[in-house]
C-alpha cells in the first residue's frame, strides 16, 4: 500500500509541476486510416472548435469530411489522406454519462430455471495495467519531441488520466489527471486560459480525506462569508469524533473576484463586452465561475439555456428564446485571472454539531506576496508611487518608458521636443535612442496622445498635445490587496417548532499592502441574530421570523453576501455610515394549497439613510384557478433624498380540460424627492405591465403559448413623470411534434416600442426546430432556422511571433520594407514556417446587425431495399447526404429585419457564413464499382478593423474507386474549383484563382497489410485577376504501406513537383498556387513507423522532408510515446 501510495503522489507532483493550461474537455488523437468512417470517440462531441489535421499537421478543409457529432463518427477519404489527427472538445462527462441504476450487462433472459442466483455485477472484467496494481486506471500519456533544422526542438506532451481504487482496505483514491501542451491556439487576448477542475488527487478514509490539485473551495453554510473558490493547492478534511469535524486547506488563486451591471439594449442578443473592476477591457474570466441574474433571477449557461459566454473574449450572447429589452437589468457576479502577483489563499473551518445545537467557525485569508510580482515589474520608485497612493487607485499611475534595443518585432519610440514638452514619437531608425513605450486610456480629452493607426504588431500613438488626447505614456500600477474574515454561527433548536440562530464576523482588508495610508478603513463588525418559531398543529401553520443584523461600515468580504438587487431594493446609492437592519416576517399557510406572508423590515445607515419596507405575498388554489400576489412598499429616507417605492405583482391562471387561459399585472412606481429642491430625482421611474395568455396541450410534452404583453414605462421629464416608451409584445411559445419520428418546436416573440422622444423599434425573435425521420428512416432531415437583433464586433487583432512550429502563420515581406504589414501574414502551409499566431484585442467598436440563420441536413439512405429487386434494387446502391448552413448577419438600420437567409445586401453585409455540401455515393464504403460525386460551395465574409474580407469557394469533384483484380484497385479523382477573395483595403490580396485537377492511382494490395502505390496529379490553376497567374503543376509520386503481424506499421512517400508558374512568385496569390512551394522542382518525401511495444505502449517515428530549387533541404523529425490505459 504504502509503495502505491508514494507512486501516485509522485506521478501526480511530477505532472502537476507541468501542467498546462487547456480544457480537460480537449482531445486529440491521431490514425491510421484503413477505412472510410472512424468511430474516434464514444460520446456526443461539441461541435465547435472541431479539427482534423493530416500527417503534416495541415488543417483539412471541412468540405473534405463529414462529421456525425452526437455519434462521434468521421468519415474521410482514407486513400487521400491516409493518417489523420483529430482535435476536439468534448462535453462535460455529467452532460454525456449515462444515468442509470443498474448495467445492462447483468440483465439475463427470461428462464425458468430459478436455482442460479446472479448477483448485480457483470462477469467480464476490465484487464487492469499492471503498471497501477488493482488500481482502475482509464487514459493515456504521451510524450514527444520534434526537431529539425528550420525549427527549435519542441516537445509536444500530452496526460488524461483516471485512476480509482483501494490502496488498502481503508484508503481509497480518486485522481483525475489532465496536461496537454498543444500548439497554441488563435482567438482571445491570452495565448491559454485556465480552465480549472482539471487536476486532483484524492485519498479518503472514513475519518479523513486529503485532496490536492485543482480544488472548488465553497461555503454556503456562513451568513456573512459565502464564497465559490476555484483554486490550485490543498484540502484536508477530519471527523475527529462522530460531532466534531474540521477542514483545513492552502492554496495559490488564479482568479480574483469581480462583479459588472450593464442594462439590456432593445433587441440586442449581444455580445455585451464585460468591463473589468479597473475598467480593464482585458479580461479572461475564469470557466464557469460566473454566475448571471437578469432582474434578481439566476441565468442558465448553455446553447438550449439562456446564454452563450466566451471566457477568452469576456463577451456574453443571449440565446433567441430571451429576447432582450431596455429595461433589462443585469448583474454579472465572476472570477478572473489576475496574476499581478502571487496570490493565496487560506481557508479553514471547525463545526461541531449535537442533536439540537452546532456551532461553526470560519476563517477566509487571501492575500498577494507583495514581493512577489508577476505580470508587472516593480521597481524602488513604483513602489513609493503606491505607498504615496494609500487606497486611491487615481494616484497608481507611473511612467511606461524604459530604454530598449531595435527589434523589427517590437514598437518601439524615441524622444522629441514639441515646444517645450519632450515627446515621444514613433521611429523604425536602428540608430536612434529607443524606447517601449506603453500607452493607457485616461478619458476622453484628458491625455496628451491620440491612436494614429494600428499595424500588425500593435497600434502606433502619436502626440496631439496636453487634453487632446485620450492615452498618456504611463502604466496602471496595480496594488496588493488582503482579504480577511473570521466568522463563527451557532444554531439551537431545542424543537421542531424553534429555531435560534446567530452568526458574528469581523472583516480585515487591506486595499494596499505597500500603504499604512487609510489603513483605519480596513477593519470592520458584522452580526445577526434570528428567532424562527412554528405554531399549530392542524392544516393551517402559522410561522414568525424575527432578525437583526449589524454591518460596520468597513465591513466587506471577498464575494459580499446581499442579493444581487440589494441597493436597488432599498432605494440605495453609495451608502456610508453603520447599517442596521431588522426583519420580521409572518407566514400562514395550508399544506401547499396556500399561504400567505407578511413582512416588516427597517433598516438604517448611521447618519445616512432610514427606510420601512412591508412586504406581502400570497398564493391560493381553488379547484382549477390558481391566484398569486406579491407588493412590496418602500418608504425611506437620506440625507439628500426622501422616497416612496411601490412595487406589486398579481398572476390569476385557470385551468381547462386541456387547456389553460391566464394573465398578471405588474407595476413599480419610484419616486425620488430631492430635499434640497423638493424636484422628483431623475432616477425615478415608474412603469404598468399587462400579460395575457392562452395554452393549448401539456408544458412538458407537446403544447402551444399563445400571448401578448403590454407595458408602459414613466421617467421624469421637466419635473414630473412623462411617458418614455409604450411597449407591444406578441409572443408564441410552442412543441407542437415530439415522438420518435417527429420534433417540432416554435418560438417567436414580436415587439413593438412606440417612443416619446427617440424613434420607434421594432424587434422579432425567432426560432423554429424540426426534425423528421420518413419511410424507416429511408429520409431524414434536420431544420433550424433563427432570427434576431445583436451586434457585430469591427475586430481587431495583432500579430505576435512564437516558436516555428507553435503557431500558424507565416510573415512574407512582399514589399521588402521590413516592416510587418497586415497583408503580408499568411496561414502556413508547412509547420515549421508557422511563427506567427494572430491575437484578438478587445472589441469596443459593434455595429448594430440583423441576424437570419438557417441549417439543414438531409438524407436519403436506400440502403434498405438492398434484398429488393428491380429498381429498388438499383436505387439502393445509392446514398445521398447534404448539409447546409447559412448564417447571414446584416447592417440593422432604422427597423428592418433581415428574414431572409439568402438575401444578400452589398452595402449592409457584415458578416456571412454560407456552406453547401452535397455528397452522392454509389456503392459506399465498397471497392468496385464505388463513385462518390461531392459539390460543395462556401461564402465568407468577415469584418475587421482594417476592411471586410470575402472568401468564397466552389467545387465539382468525381472520385471513382474500383478493384481491378484480386491485388489492383483503382483511384481516380477529378474536380473543378474556384477560390476568390476580396478584400476592401488590400489589393495584393484580391485573387480569382480557378483550378483543374485530375489524379489517377494504382494500388498494388498484396494484402490488407501490405500495399505499395503509384500517383500521378495534374493541376491547372489561373488566376482571372489583376495579374492573371498561372500555375500548371505536375506531381508524380509513389507511397508504400506495410504492417507486421507484430503490430509494426511502416508507411513511406515520396513526390516529386513539377511547377511551370507564369507570374511574380513573391505574391500572396503565388503562395496560394504553389502551396508554399517553388517554381520548377520541388521534392517532398515523408516516413511514418509505429511500433506496439507491449499492450499499452506504443512507439511511433515521423520524418518529414522538402526540398525546392535555390533553397535548402528541409528535414522535420518527430518521436512520440503513448501509453494506453
Known amino acids: 500500500m504504502a509503495k502505491k501510495l508514494f507512486f501516485c503522489i509522485c506521478l501526480f507532483l511530477g505532472l502537476v509541476s507541468n501542467a498546462q493550461t487547456i480544457s480537460k474537455n480537449f482531445r486529440s488523437k491521431t490514425y491510421t486510416l484503413v477505412k472510410d468512417t472512424i468511430q474516434f470517440d464514444s460520446v456526443n462531441i461539441n461541435s465547435q472548435k472541431f479539427t482534423v489535421l493530416d500527417y503534416q499537421k495541415n488543417k483539412i478543409p471541412a468540405t473534405a469530411y463529414q462529421v456525425n457529432f452526437i455519434k462521434a463518427q468521421l468519415i474521410i477519404n482514407a486513400k487521400k489522406y491516409p493518417i489523420i489527427t483529430i482535435e476536439y472538445f468534448r462535453f462535460p462527462d455529467f452532460i454525456t454519462k449515462t444515468y442509470q441504476e443498474f448495467d445492462e450487462k447483468i440483465i439475463v433472459p427470461d428462464t425458468k430455471n430459478t436455482q442460479k442466483l446472479y448477483s448485480l455485477t457483470t462477469n467480464k472484467k476490465k484487464a487492469q495495467s499492471t503498471i497501477f496494481g488493482d488500481l482502475d486506471a482509464k487514459g493515456n500519456i504521451t510524450r514527444g519531441l520534434t526537431i529539425g533544422n528550420n525549427q527549435n526542438a519542441v516537445v509536444n506532451s500530452s496526460l488524461d488520466l483516471t485512476l480509482k481504487g483501494n490502496l488498502s482496505k481503508d484508503i481509497t483514491l480518486k485522481a483525475n489527471i489532465f496536461d496537454t501542451n498543444i500548439p497554441l491556439q488563435e482567438n482571445g487576448y491570452s495565448q491559454n486560459i485556465t480552465d480549472f477542475d482539471r487536476i486532483f488527487i484524492e485519498f479518503e478514509h472514513k475519518k479523513w480525506r486529503v485532496k490536492a490539485g485543482d480544488l472548488d473551495l465553497k461555503n454556503s453554510e456562513s451568513y456573512f462569508m459565502p464564497f465559490t473558490k476555484k483554486v490550485a493547492g490543498i484540502e484536508a478534511a477530519a471527523n475527529l469524533s462522530e460531532r466534531t469535524n474540521m477542514l483545513a486547506s492552502g492554496a495559490i488563486v488564479r482568479g480574483k473576484f469581480g462583479e459588472y451591471r450593464f442594462i439590456g439594449k432593445e433587441g440586442n442578443q449581444g455580445p455585451y463586452k464585460i468591463i473589468g473592476p479597473n475598467n480593464q477591457a482585458f479580461l479572461i474570466i475564469v470557466a464557469g465561475s460566473e454566475s448571471l441574474f437578469l432582474n434578481g433571477r439566476l441565468l442558465k449557461r448553455g446553447e438550449t439555456k439562456d446564454y452563450t459566454i466566451d471566457y477568452n473574449t469576456s463577451e456574453i450572447r443571449f440565446n433567441t428564446t430571451l429576447p432582450i429589452t431596455n429595461d433589462m437589468r443585469f448583474h454579472l457576479d465572476y472570477q478572473y485571472s489576475d496574476r499581478n502577483y502571487t496570490r493565496f489563499i487560506t481557508y479553514e473551518k471547525a463545526s461541531y454539531n449535537s442533536d439540537n445545537f452546532s456551532v461553526n467557525g ?58 517645450n514638452a519632450e515627446v515621444f514619437e514613433h521611429s523604425t531608425n536602428k540608430n536612434d535612442q529607443l524606447y517601449t513605450v506603453a500607452f493607457t486610456f485616461v478619458g476622453a480629452n484628458k491625455g496628451a496622445y491620440a491612436l494614429d493607426k494600428t499595424i500588425a504588431l500593435g497600434n502606433i500613438y502619436k502626440y496631439v498635445g496636453i487634453n487632446s488626447g485620450s492615452y498618456n505614456p504611463v502604466i496602471k500600477l496595480v496594488a496588493p490587496t488582503k482579504s480577511q474574515t473570521y466568522a463563527i454561527n451557532t444554531t439551537y433548536q431545542p424543537s421542531e417548532k424553534t429555531r435560534f440562530f446567530s452568526e458574528i464576523a469581523v472583516s480585515n482588508n487591506d486595499a494596499n499592502l505597500f500603504s499604512s495610508l487609510d489603513d483605519n478603513q480596513n477593519k470592520g463588525l458584522a452580526a445577526k441574530i434570528n428567532w424562527k418559531q412554528l405554531y399549530g398543529k392542524t392544516t393551517w401553520k402559522f410561522s414568525t421570523d424575527i432578525g437583526y443584523e449589524f454591518l460596520h461600515q468597513y465591513f466587506a468580504t471577498e464575494q459580499g453576501f446581499d442579493a444581487p438587487e440589494f441597493e436597488r431594493d432599498w432605494n440605495i446609492v453609495n451608502p456610508t455610515g453603520n447599517r442596521h437592519q431588522i426583519n420580521t416576517l409572518l407566514t400562514l399557510s395550508k399544506e401547499k394549497k396556500a399561504y400567505y406572508t407578511y ?88 412603469f404598468k405591465e399587462y400579460e395575457t395568455y392562452i395554452g393549448i396541450g401539456d408544458s412538458t410534452k407537446t403544447y402551444s403559448k399563445l400571448g401578448f404583453n403590454y407595458r408602459t414605462n414613466d421617467s421624469i421629464r421637466n419635473n414630473k413623470f412623462t411617458n418614455i416608451n409604450t411597449r407591444k409584445t406578441f409572443y408564441l411559445h410552442s412543441k407542437l411534434l415530439q415522438n420518435t419520428n417527429s420534433n417540432l418546436s416554435v418560438f417567436t416573440n414580436y415587439r413593438i416600442t412606440n417612443n416619446t422622444f427617440t424613434n420607434n423599434e421594432k424587434a422579432l425573435n425567432s426560432k423554429i426546430i424540426y426534425r423528421q425521420k420518413l419511410f424507416q428512416n429511408f429520409i431524414n432531415f434536420n431544420s433550424v432556422y433563427e432570427t434576431s437583433s445583436g451586434n457585430i464586433a469591427r475586430q481587431e487583432y495583432v500579430y505576435i511571433k512564437t516558436e516555428p512550429g507553435q503557431g500558424f502563420y507565416t510573415w512574407i515581406d512582399y514589399n521588402n520594407n521590413g516592416i510587418k504589414e497586415f497583408n503580408e501574414f499568411e496561414i502556413a502551409i508547412y509547420k515549421d514556417q508557422a511563427t506567427y499566431l494572430r491575437v484578438a484585442l478587445p472589441n469596443l467598436t459593434y455595429i448594430n446587425t440583423q441576424r437570419a440563420k438557417w441549417a439543414q441536413v438531409f438524407t436519403v439512405n436506400p440502403s434498405q431495399w438492398a434484398n429488393k429487386n428491380g429498381l429498388k434494387k438499383i436505387v439502393s446502391h445509392f446514398y445521398n447526404q447534404t448539409h447546409f448552413i447559412i448564417n447571414n448577419e446584416q447592417q440593422r438600420t432604422n427597423n428592418t429585419f433581415n428574414l431572409n437567409p439568402f438575401y444578400i445586401h452589398k452595402t449592409k453585409q457584415l458578416g456571412l457564413n454560407y456552406n453547401l455540401k452535397n455528397s452522392l455515393y454509389f456503392n459506399k464504403n465498397l471497392q468496385k464499382y464505388s463513385a462518390i460525386f461531392t459539390y460543395a460551395t462556401s461564402k465568407n465574409n468577415q469584418l475587421y478593423f482594417i476592411g471586410s474580407q470575402e472568401n468564397n469557394t466552389k467545387l465539382h469533384q468525381l472520385e471513382l474507386i474500383h478493384k481491378l483484380s484480386t491485388f489492383w484497385i483503382f483511384d481516380f479523382t477529378t474536380n473543378t474549383s474556384t477560390n476568390k477573395v476580396v478584400t476592401e483595403n488590400f489589393a495584393n490580396q484580391n485573387y480569382q484563382i480557378d483550378a483543374f485537377k485530375i489524379a489517377p492511382k494504382f494500388t498494388f494490395e498484396y494484402s490488407k497489410n501490405h500495399q505499395f502505390s503509384f500517383f500521378y496529379n495534374y493541376k491547372n490553376k489561373e488566376n482571372k485577376m489583376v495579374n492573371f497567374e498561372i500555375l500548371k503543376q505536375q506531381k508524380i509520386g509513389s507511397s508504400y504501406f506495410y504492417q507486421t503481424k507484430k503490430n509494426t506499421l511502416l508507411r513511406a ?16 496569390v503565388a503562395y496560394q498556387m504553389l502551396e508554399g512551394l517553388q517554381a520548377g522542382k520541388n521534392y517532398t518525401w515523408s516516413a511514418i513507423i509505429q511500433k506496439k511495444i507491449n499492450s499499452f505502449i506504443n512507439l511511433n517515428f515521423n520524418y518529414l522532408g522538402r526540398k525546392s530549387k535555390n533553397t535548402s533541404t528541409i528535414h522535420t523529425g518527430s518521436i512520440q510515446l503513448r501509453a494506453n490505459f
Open 362 to 419: 470560519y476563517f477566509y485569508n487571501e492575500n498577494d506576496a507583495k514581493n512577489q510580482p508577476i505580470q508587472q515589474q516593480l521597481s524602488d520608485e513604483h513602489k513609493q508611487i503606491l505607498a504615496n497612493a494609500g487606497n486611491d487607485t487615481s494616484k497608481m499611475y507611473a511612467n511606461s518608458a524604459y530604454e530598449d534595443s531595435y527589434s523589427e518585432n517590437k514598437i518601439l519610440y524615441k524622444r522629441i521636443l514639441s515646444g
Open 599 to 686: 413582512g416588516f423590515n427597517l433598516m438604517s445607515y448611521t447618519g445616512f439613510y432610514n427606510g420601512i419596507k412591508h412586504n406581502f405575498n400570497s398564493k391560493n388554489t381553488f379547484n382549477k384557478t390558481s391566484f398569486s400576489t406579491k407588493i412590496s412598499l418602500l418608504n425611506n429616507t437620506s440625507t439628500i433624498e426622501k422616497n416612496s417605492f411601490l412595487r406589486a405583482k398579481g398572476k390569476i391562471e385557470h385551468s381547462l380540460a386541456k387547456s389553460w387561459i391566464g394573465g398578471f399585472l405588474n407595476l413599480e412606481s419610484n419616486e425620488r424627492v430631492l430635499k434640497a429642491t423638493q424636484q422628483l430625482n431623475t432616477l425615478s421611474h415608474r
Open 1053 to 1068: 512517400e515520396i513526390n516529386l513537383f513539377l511547377n511551370d508558374f507564369t507570374g511574380n512568385q513573391n505574391t500572396p
